[in-house]
């Protein structure tokens, strides 16, 4: 049944992927929601048609969007989570590291995850209790077992004002790791986890669609999930921390030093 549902996600994401890479070839316009918060076209026609394909799909669940907030009926056990640009910044830049980050909850835990870099042409997908894959490939998180020898992915709010802006952490782990990247897209560093090109990622001030899909992803592919101030990953908390799961204690210590 689900494994129905993976595949019609599959290709939802792969369309939508695809729109934004027409988008990206063309000329689009940038608006900003904050001082350095922004929204393009491409956020729009993606989100739109992945809301108009679910809505059609499964017109009884629940649907929460970055740009369209929540939709449908409140009262279903079905939820979907979507980023539908995920790296907006990169984006508008032409960079071409950013994602299409899909999820399914069932009573508000992730069954379904699907991360697709359509630039790449790399689809991330977990189902839950079933794997995850890599271009139907199956995946892993990798065996780096210390600090010294891993290599870290992190971002950074929109707004550095904030108390936790992450540059003391970033200051602290970047010298004792192989280093720490900002790649700019969080759906995507946490499938970078899964796949085993990062031993391990961190990121506060995240909301659900950043993190939904990924962190499917990685439990699937045997990685650990955690809070960073709080013991357990919670998906509306806004922080995540997530790794192969043999560094995970040593990188906690060093973000609460
Ligand atoms: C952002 C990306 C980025 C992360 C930001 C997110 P958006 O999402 O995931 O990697 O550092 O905190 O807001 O705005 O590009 O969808
Ligand atoms: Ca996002
Ligand atoms: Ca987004």
Same mark, same amino acid.
């Given at each position: 049944?689900?494994?129905?549902?993976?595949?019609?996600?599959? &290709?939802?994401? #792969?369309? *939508?992927?695809?729109?934004?890479?027409?988008? /990206?070839? $063309?000329?689009?316009?940038?608006?900003? =929601?904050?001082?350095?918060?922004?929204?393009?076209?491409?956020?729009?026609?993606?989100?739109?048609?992945?809301?108009?394909?679910?809505?059609?799909?499964?017109?009884?669940?629940?649907?929460?969007?970055?740009?369209?907030?929540?939709?449908?009926?409140?009262?279903?056990?079905?939820?979907?989570?979507?980023?539908?640009?995920?790296?907006?910044?990169?984006?508008?830049?032409?960079?071409?590291?950013?994602?299409?980050?899909?999820?399914?909850?069932?009573?508000?835990?992730?069954?379904?995850?699907?991360?697709?870099?359509?630039?790449? &042409?790399?689809? #991330?997908? *977990?189902?839950?209790?079933?794997?995850?894959? /890599?271009? $139907?490939?199956?995946?892993?998180?990798? =065996?780096?077992?210390?600090?010294?020898?891993?290599?870290?992915?992190?971002?950074?709010?929109?707004?550095?004002?904030?108390?936790?802006?992450?540059?003391?952490?970033?200051?602290?782990?970047?010298?004792?790791?192989?280093?720490?990247?900002?790649?700019?897209?969080?759906?995507?560093?946490?499938?970078?986890?899964?796949?085993?090109?990062?031993?391990?990622?961190?990121?506060?001030?995240?909301?659900?669609?950043?993190?939904?899909?990924?962190?499917?992803?990685?439990?699937?592919?045997?990685?650990?999930?955690?809070?960073?101030?709080?013991?357990?990953?919670?998906?509306?908390?806004?922080?995540?921390?997530?790794?192969?799961?043999?560094?995970?204690?040593?990188?906690?210590?060093?973000?609460?030093?």
């Amino acid at each position: 049944m689900n494994q129905l549902i993976l595949e019609q996600v599959k &290709d939802l994401a #792969f369309t *939508a992927g695809k729109i934004l890479r027409e988008h /990206l070839h $063309d000329d689009f316009s940038i608006e900003y =929601k904050g001082e350095i918060d922004l929204i393009t076209d491409a956020d729009r026609a993606s989100e739109d048609f992945l809301i108009r394909a679910i809505t059609t799909l499964y017109p009884q669940h629940a649907i929460l969007t970055e740009e369209g907030g929540k939709l449908g009926d409140p009262g279903s056990e079905f939820l979907w989570v979507i980023d539908p640009l995920d790296g907006t910044t990169n984006f508008a830049h032409r960079l071409p590291y950013f994602s299409v980050s899909i999820a399914l909850l069932k009573n508000t835990e992730p069954v379904i995850g699907v991360v697709y870099n359509p630039i790449a &042409d790399e689809m #991330f997908a *977990a189902e839950y209790g079933c794997g995850a894959w /890599l271009n $139907d490939h199956p995946i892993r998180v990798s =065996k780096t077992a210390n600090l010294k020898t891993s290599l870290l992915c992190t971002g950074f709010p929109y707004d550095m004002q904030l108390k936790q802006n992450n540059i003391a952490n970033y200051a602290r782990l970047v010298v004792q790791t192989q280093g720490v990247l900002r790649l700019g897209s969080a759906a995507l560093d946490l499938c970078y986890v899964a796949c085993g090109r990062f031993d391990g990622f961190w990121e506060f001030h995240l909301k659900p669609w950043d993190m939904a899909a990924g962190a499917l992803v990685v439990a699937e592919a045997g990685g650990t999930l955690s809070g960073i101030t709080k013991p357990q990953f919670d998906l509306h908390a806004g922080e995540i921390a997530a790794s192969n799961g043999l560094i995970h204690q040593a990188l906690l210590n060093e973000l609460n030093a």
